[in-house]
């Protein structure tokens, strides 16, 4: 029939062919880094990573440490983790686990007002209301 659409092929399955930062670089991958902590995303230089850390560094399945300097609390020390984009460009995906979903430390998702709200908070009335009466027992 034809070629594979590249959109549609999964990232875990370009691994084979760029396992390492100098594959990515031979076949004009991009990579970004995400820290969990402050949230910042940057591009990152395959060629100084080449330089620095060799060729044979390999960035899936694996985690850094930021090093963003924060004003007045020094250097993020959050996790680090890697984003690739194939030579297909169908955009940025995981190189490994995804950083864990959380809860904000402020705001009213925070005090358990907004979105994110505890079954506890709930009114047992407003749960009758949206489920209906219980089952009458046989």
Known sequence: MGARNPDRVHI??????????A?????RWRVRSVCESCGV??????DAM???RGPGLVLWEKTGVCQRILPHSGPCKGPLFFKGCP??????DFLGPPPRAKRPGYGPQARGRGR????????????????GPPPEPD
Do not use: C
């Not at 594959?23 to 076949?27: C, F, N, S, T, V």
């Not at 030579?87 to 940025?92: L, R, V």
């Open 87 to 92: 030579p297909s460009g169908a955009g940025y």
């Open 50 to 52: 080449i330089r620095l």
């Open 23 to 27: 594959d990515m670089w031979k076949h």
């Open 116 to 131: 994110f709200l505890a079954p506890e908070d709930i009114e047992p009335a407003a749960v009758t209301a949206a489920r």
């Open 12 to 21: 875990s399955e370009w691994r084979g062919k760029a396992e390492t930062i």
């Open 41 to 46: 995303e940057r591009q990152e230089n395959l």
